[in-house]
């Protein structure tokens, strides 16, 4: 059965502008189920924002290890009881990857407990992308850095906790920098927050993203699931 990964996307830009659709005919989520599926260990599905319950049923969240998050004009559109279903699933052990301007999602502010605001500018600049935790398991097989043609500017301050462990640093040619690859746990779940992927530049082909991403999957399934989040009283195990 593999890594169950399940890749939503908002699937909006794809709709409304032809730039984007040119580059992601499939959708951003057709464009990364696509090289995730190639991976022996992943098996993969895709859920989009205009489907009934925005295609996170109950029966597809049950079976999902990783969830994949792509949403930027539409985040104020996701129901809160599908927030609150798939935050509770983060703590209990599944994964969860939010790429670019899901930082900004619902889910990911919830996670993180705090504002999530950046700095940006979106005038086709050059971006460097340093791997700063070379034998961390995301930055495997990357090398130094990931060089961008063009990628938007996301500058700090960027308004999070203090990552668990940071894999990547953005430059960006204007002169920004940016924490681009963040980890964090959360209960029994690992989050990863990636920040590359503007909808009008073919960045999910990047072979170097495509492994970045493939190995964060890996990196967040879950070894151990909790059945149900409570704080129960407990007996002592010795003689008190
Ligand atoms: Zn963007």
Request: charged content about 30%.
């Amino acid at each position: 059965m593999g890594i169950r990964v399940t890749v939503w996307n908002e699937y909006r830009h794809e709709k409304s502008e032809a730039r984007v659709s040119e580059i992601y005919p499939k959708g951003i989520h057709g464009a990364i189920a696509d090289f995730l599926g190639k991976d022996p260990e992943i098996t993969v599905r895709t859920a989009t924002l205009d489907e009934p319950e925005h295609g996170l049923t109950d029966e597809v969240l049950d079976n999902t290890d990783v969830l994949i998050w792509w949403g930027h004009m539409a985040h104020s559109e996701v129901r809160d009881d599908i927030v609150e279903k798939v935050c509770t699933k983060v703590l209990k052990g599944m994964g969860f990857i939010a790429l670019h301007s899901a930082h900004f999602s619902k889910v990911f502010k919830r996670l993180m407990g705090t504002a999530c605001t950046l700095r940006w500018r979106e005038i086709e600049e050059s971006e460097r992308l340093w791997v700063v935790e070379p034998n961390h398991p995301i930055a495997d097989g990357i090398g130094p850095y990931i060089e961008l043609e063009h990628e938007e500017m996301y500058g700090e301050r960027f308004d999070i906790p203090t990552p668990d462990e940071l894999v990547f640093i953005g430059w960006f040619k204007g002169g920004d920098v940016f924490r681009s690859g963040c980890c964090f746990k959360r209960g029994y779940g690992k989050v990863f927050y990636f920040q590359p992927g503007h909808e009008t530049f073919p960045i999910y082909y990047n072979e170097q993203i495509q492994r970045v991403i493939t190995n964060a999957v890996k990196w967040s399934k879950p070894t151990i699931w909790l059945d149900k989040i409570e704080a129960p009283k407990v007996e002592p195990l010795e003689k008190i």
